[in-house]
């Protein structure tokens, strides 16, 4: 049987966010709090999910900020 390669998740965790992006949780957490962080962030029984396509995007300088709600 071959093997599949698992696809990375579409949501990822502030904490998983935040590695991406290079700073700390707790400086992503504040930021989300504040309303200043430019990503939609979702809320899944209680944790946050941010989508790791705007995570990529954002670390390319691809994230168009005046697209956004």
Avoid: C, H, W
């Avoid at 979702?42 to 995570?55: D, E, K, L, M, Q």
């Amino acid at each position: 049987m071959p093997r599949q390669t698992q696809q990375p998740k579409p949501l990822v965790t502030v904490n998983e966010a935040a590695m991406m992006l290079g700073v700390s949780g707790s400086t992503l957490y504040r930021s989300i709090e504040r309303g200043d962080f430019p990503v939609q962030v979702y809320s899944i029984n209680g944790t946050r999910r941010i989508p790791r396509v705007a995570i990529l995007k954002m670390i390319a300088g691809e994230l168009d900020l005046d697209q956004l709600p």
